[in-house]
């Protein structure tokens, strides 16, 4: 069964989220806490929606994303996306961006968005989901060395 997320499906969303990003390509290790401090973060906003796959009572994929105004028209930025490992390859993730994309279309959403690994199965994924890349736009990525502040005065 697919539905939209509701704060009860935090822990459970975030179990998937740990599951499928630890194993390849990713290799993440989330601990617990900190993958649902990223699901809650990312589910707490006004214009957070998400969508949950569950099977036998248990969560299976989440979908994690905000609706944001474009000059186009309101647009739904996916954050993260993901599917538990013993259920990947399996047509989830297709069944679960299938609805999303059906829900989102009675919000008047314009278009969908999102930054995948380029060459990661993820990217092929979406291609097959009907996803392009824009070749004009680079993702780009400032990390801090040190604890910048300003308040420094050095």
Not at 50 to 71: E, M, N, Q, W
Request: hydrophobic letters at 40%; a neutral charge; proline letters at 3%.
């Amino acid at each position: 069964m697919i539905r939209r997320y509701t704060h009860a499906d935090l822990e459970g969303a975030a179990a998937v989220f740990r599951s499928a990003f630890s194993g390849e390509p990713w290799n993440e290790n989330w601990d617990k806490e900190l993958a649902s401090k990223r699901i809650s973060e990312l589910m707490s906003s006004p214009q957070s929606i998400g969508y949950v796959f569950v099977k036998g009572g248990v969560i299976k994929a989440v979908l994690c994303g905000r609706k944001l105004t474009y000059l186009h028209g309101a647009e739904y930025v996916i954050d993260e996306f993901c599917v538990a490992p013993d259920m990947q390859h399996c047509g989830i993730g297709s069944e679960v961006l299938a609805y999303a994309r059906k829900d989102l279309a009675h919000d008047n959403i314009a278009a969908m968005a999102l930054l995948t690994g380029k060459g990661k199965p993820s990217e092929r994924f979406y291609i097959k989901n009907g996803f392009k890349g824009i070749d004009d736009m680079v993702f780009m990525y400032y990390f801090f060395e040190k604890k910048e502040s300003i308040n420094d005065q050095t």
